[in-house]
């Protein structure tokens, strides 16, 4: 472990080179902007600027491309926050709270409480890669597909059956995800499913164009229909906001600890940031005692996904050096950046190209301060944005979502599929259908699916490949645990309850 | 959400609106299952075959739908869903984002972005023509530099970007 | 700094092509706004690779006089980005890079399209199939791996590959007619993913493409067996120890007579000019050229063959013939729908 620090200690003589920190400052902004714009992505801002980095040095490139990553990582909470526009999938848990925050004038707060999580969570993460990097990659290697669906299990289990709602209408919402989900190529069979002979389905339902639609558009419905106003209006901008939220934050180090442990874990299983930031939502709200009030405008319900989506985010970077394996989509890009560069990512990479994998270990720091220090200033620009008059910003808004949808696959007929999530959406919400377990399905369903299937495949249909080792029993053990949780608390609470009647 | 409903004037019941939810999962249900039915839902000697999975996902949504239903009509009767003013408004938003969409696919996203914008600032927020076409060109030229010619993301484009050679 | 200008040098350029698109079209045709390179399949998988890394060697040298645009449509196992390519007759600037889904999917899901929709512009290379164990595991050769294969029960053995009914699965099915032995085939998102599942021991072999196993090779993780090409591989530079990539042996002469090479070839929508295809067939030439590519080639352990014109169309037809044959056997072909 010793040495890992002497060759980081390098690393942070490569990192803080003028240029390198400059290439960073860059990186960040424009990864925000990436991360603003829905539909266009982490890994789509990455791709596009790839080619553009061929000129560089590996090292350069790939700080300047890393931190247009943390930049859209940062970004993504903004939209989320301000117009409940999830512009990244693993936003999508901080708009339960982060948007009511807004809507009741405390944008500034929500905000800084998102991107200082985001800092906290990446933070964390890099620390536990300076320090135990090889080790993780070792059990990175024991996830096969039963392994990762016990993951997706986890997540689920630990997110549902939470809601206030009507638990028929919690089962149909989650059932429509998972539905909407199997739509296009069912990968196991190579079949085509649930198309009816439409070109147009091929694709099946992007996740991002049901939420900017389900979210998005939805929203703006409802402000509609509430009077011609959003409510942040009247908010305050104050500069000092930034201070006077940190100093409410230590009180929830809790509620970050869990998170960014639940974070690096789902990272480094290959799982991921979004069911990672769902289930850290997940189970601070069971945890907390302001839990009931979850969805309110909770400023736990912003901290626990955000810290936990970027500690995944950061530990994704992981698998994706050591094994050559991407976490996630933008880490899928970036390892066709690396192998661009001459570089060959996997289990050699920390042995000859050390000083290239500590050199971006350590940019990972100052890019994670450099980032945090960036966006912290932008908080009241962006919380002022609030103020403009809705007839202004709700189309421009709406012009936004087009674009973010038709981005998503470059196809004008998701720009209508769009709209149609933008009506179901109000309609649901006015008829206490809950949204979040629909999202979650089709976010997670296809791959739990695949994974599910895989692992039939591998055991000749038997189930019992789910309970065959240790590690894929824990984890569905932790899993069904999870699931029957609320039963089991509400049985608690109902002994207690006749016990001592209040 | 019903809270806000409870208001004087009238409008579609909570009760309705509920029943009527119902009904379109059901027939989504009902498409899902027919889906699965023709690709095979069957279990396969090596595993779930491509529809198995949605079959039993399309089934559930059935079962739920009906339950909500007969939940839906016990729902109180006079409870309004909204009111006709206030769906007024929503359609004030919806009808000019549709028309929006509707022509995207004809004459790319600039110009109906331009017609959009301009519509929503002239007619709901009373905005005089300055700011009104400021705004309205603005913003797409925005998107235009930034997407189109920054990012290199190539985004619709109808016969007007094709005579002024965009 | 000049690392800096880069990233402006797009803004640059794109802004100058508001200029260049007024000009008259020359005698010899030249693209006269920014060219769509459509990729049928998702970010960061092989094609796309190689599709981004083409973007940047033709940038970085200049070769085209507008950009290159990379657009991933990989709904439909790619068919998505085929019907688009189909149904945009007469536009030249549009291009298509090929995997073997131009073949497969049209037959495995019966979406509407096939190679003669659209014009054939060059094939670029052809990617080599190679036989991969864990390192761990007591088999050195082919034959010992297939020795195994046949004294174990139907299904025994695993093999990963990427997607279904596409040529991961199309080589298995061959390679098991080949052996006498069914496996138990577990398809994957990408072939990144099969190489660690293989190092994990969750399967038991793989035919990843070179470039995707490699480096899992240099790190004592994978060991190959075979090639399914005709011969062994022209690259000598050493991988592990004193092994280089020709220093693996074809599976014909390991007894498993199975040859399998996919196309990574440019197409353009139908209706194009021959000028227009010729400008194309001209500027892949010149990317051939570049340092960057032969690296990419030599990385990869690509099979280096160029063609154009009709000598392509002849491959193209003769290659999807071979594909109908494997996938009819195989009983991959959709029923009508």
């Not at chain 1, 906001?241 to 974070?263: D, E, Q």
């Not at chain 1, 240790?470 to 608390?489: D, E, R």
């Not at chain 2, 023709?38 to 339950?67: E, N, R």
């Not at chain 2, 790319?108 to 301009?118: E, Q």
Request: glycine share 12%; net charge neutral; hydrophobic share 50%.
């Amino acid at each position: 472990m010793f040495e890992n620090f002497v060759n980081l200690w390098h690393g942070f003589g490569i990192a803080a080179d003028p240029f390198n920190i400059l290439l960073m400052a860059v990186g960040i902004l424009l990864g925000v902007i990436i991360g603003v714009l829905p539909g266009l992505g982490g890994a789509n801002g990455v791709a596009i600027l790839l080619p553009l980095t061929f000129s560089m040095s590996p090292t350069s490139a790939i700080i300047l491309l890393t931190c247009i990553y943390w930049g859209a990582l940062f970004g993504g909470a903004i939209t989320s926050v301000l117009f409940n526009i999830p512009g990244e999938p693993w936003s999508v848990a901080t708009t339960f709270d982060g948007h009511p925050m807004a809507r009741s004038g405390r944008a500034g707060e929500a905000l800084t409480a998102a991107f200082t999580s985001s800092f906290v969570g990446a933070f964390v993460a890099i620390v536990m890669i300076t320090m135990i990097a090889p080790l993780v990659a070792q059990f990175a290697l024991r996830f096969g597909p039963a392994e990762k669906f016990a993951v997706y299990f986890l997540a689920f289990a630990s997110f549902v059956g939470m809601s206030k709602e009507p638990p028929a209408k919690t089962v149909v919402s989650m059932m429509i995800g998972f539905a909407l989900a199997a739509v296009g190529l069912d990968m196991v069979t190579g079949q085509l499913r649930l198309t009816f002979g439409s070109e147009e389905l091929l694709n099946g339902f992007d996740f991002l164009i049901a939420v900017i639609g389900l979210f998005g558009i939805g929203e703006i419905l409802l402000t509609m229909e509430e009077g011609l106003e959003f409510r942040g209006k009247a908010a305050k901008i104050d500069a000092k906001v930034v201070w006077h939220t940190w100093k409410t934050l230590p009180k929830y180090w809790a509620t970050s600890l869990r998170s960014c442990v639940i974070g690096c874990w789902m990272g480094i299983t290959p799982a991921g940031a979004t069911p990672a930031s769902f289930m850290a939502y997940g189970v601070a709200k069971r945890v907390s005692k302001t839990g009931k009030n979850f969805g309110n405008g909770e400023i736990e319900g912003v901290i626990a996904p955000e810290t936990a989506a970027h500690a995944a985010g950061t530990s994704a970077m992981l698998p994706m050096l050591a094994l050559g394996v991407p976490g996630s989509p933008t880490a899928a890009v970036l390892l066709g950046g690396l192998l661009i560069w001459g570089l060959q990512p996997g289990p050699m990479l920390f042995v000859e190209q050390s000083e290239f994998v500590w050199g971006l270990i350590a940019s990972m720091y100052l890019g994670n301060i450099v980032g945090l220090i960036l966006v912290l200033t932008t908080v009241p620009l962006f919380a002022s944005i609030l103020r403009i008059p809705f007839s202004i910003i709700a189309p421009v808004i709406l012009v936004i979502c087009a674009i973010g949808a038709y981005t998503v696959n470059n196809n004008v007929f998701d720009v209508v599929m769009m709209l149609v999530f933008g009506v179901i959406g109000y309609v649901l919400k006015k008829t206490n259908y809950p949204l979040a377990p629909l999202v979650l399905a089709i976010v997670l369903g296809d791959s739990a699916e695949e994974a599910f299937r895989q692992s039939l495949l591998g055991s000749a249909g038997s189930l019992s490949v789910f309970w065959s080792t240790p590690l894929v029993a824990t984890i569905m053990g932790i899993g069904l645990l999870a699931g029957v949780w609320p039963l089991i608390s509400n049985l608690i609470s109902r002994v207690r309850g006749v016990a001592q009647p209040a | 959400m019903s809270e806000t409903s409870h208001g004087a004037g009238t409008g579609p019941t909570q009760r309705n609106a509920e029943i009527g939810v119902g009904l379109l999962t059901l027939l989504f249900g009902l498409i899902v299952v027919y889906g699965s039915y023709i690709v095979g839902f069957g279990w396969g000697p090596d595993g779930p075959q491509a529809g198995f999975f949605p079959f039993y996902v399309g089934l559930i949504i059935c079962g739920c739908s009906l339950i909500n239903i007969v939940q839906g009509t016990r729902e109180d009767p006079k409870a309004l869903f909204t009111e006709w003013k206030q769906l007024g408004q929503v359609l004030k938003v919806l009808v000019p984002t549709t028309v929006y969409v509707a022509l995207v696919p004809f004459l790319g996203i600039y110009v109906p972005s331009v017609i959009l914008i301009a519509v929503f600032m002239k007619w709901l927020g009373s905005y005089g023509w300055p700011l009104t076409i400021a705004v309205a060109f603005g913003v797409p030229a925005f998107f235009y530099a930034t997407l189109e010619r920054w990012f290199l993301i190539p985004l619709p484009k109808g016969p007007i970007e094709a005579m002024l050679g965009l | 700094m000049k690392n800096f200008h880069a990233l402006g040098l797009g803004t640059l350029t794109a802004l100058g092509l508001a200029a260049m698109s007024i000009l008259p079209a020359a005698a010899e045709w030249k693209p006269t706004k920014p060219v769509e390179f459509i990729v049928p399949a998702g970010t960061g998988g092989g094609a796309d690779q190689m599709a981004r890394t083409l973007q940047g060697i033709i940038a970085k040298h200049e070769l085209m006089s507008t950009q290159l645009i990379v657009i991933n449509k990989s709904g439909g196992a790619g068919g998505e980005g085929f019907l688009d390519v189909k149904n945009n007759k007469g536009n030249p600037h549009k291009i298509v890079i090929t995997l073997s889904n131009l073949f497969t999917t049209p037959l495995a899901t019966g979406i509407p399209f096939n190679w003669k929709d659209m014009t054939p512009v060059a094939m670029l290379a052809l990617d080599e199939f190679v036989l991969w164990v864990n390192a761990s595991e007591p088999y050195k050769t082919a034959q010992e791996y297939t020795a195994a294969i046949k004294a174990a029960p139907d299904g025994t053995f695993k093999m990963g590959g990427t997607g279904s009914k596409q040529e991961d699965q199309i080589i298995t099915v061959a390679f098991e007619k080949a052996v006498g032995k069914k496996m138990t085939y577990i398809p994957y998102k990408g072939g990144g993913e099969v190489a660690v599942q293989l190092v994990g021991g969750h399967i038991n072999s793989s035919v990843n493409n070179p470039i995707e196993a490699v480096s899992q090779w240099r790190g004592d993780k994978l060991r190959p067996l075979c090639v399914f090409d005709e011969k062994t591989l022209p690259y000598t530079d050493k991988i592990l120890g004193d092994l280089s990539w020709s220093s693996v042996p074809t599976c014909k002469s390991a007894g498993v007579d199975v040859e399998y090479l996919m196309l990574r070839g440019i197409f353009m929508p139908p209706g194009v000019t021959d000028e227009q295809v010729a400008y194309f067939v001209d500027l892949f030439k010149k990317v051939r050229e570049t340092p960057e590519w032969k690296q990419l080639m030599k990385d990869g352990a690509f099979n280096q063959t160029f063609m154009a014109g009709a000598e392509f169309k002849d491959w193209l037809t003769k290659a999807e013939a071979t594909h109908k044959g494997l996938m009819q056997e195989a009983g991959f072909i959709a029923a009508a729908n």
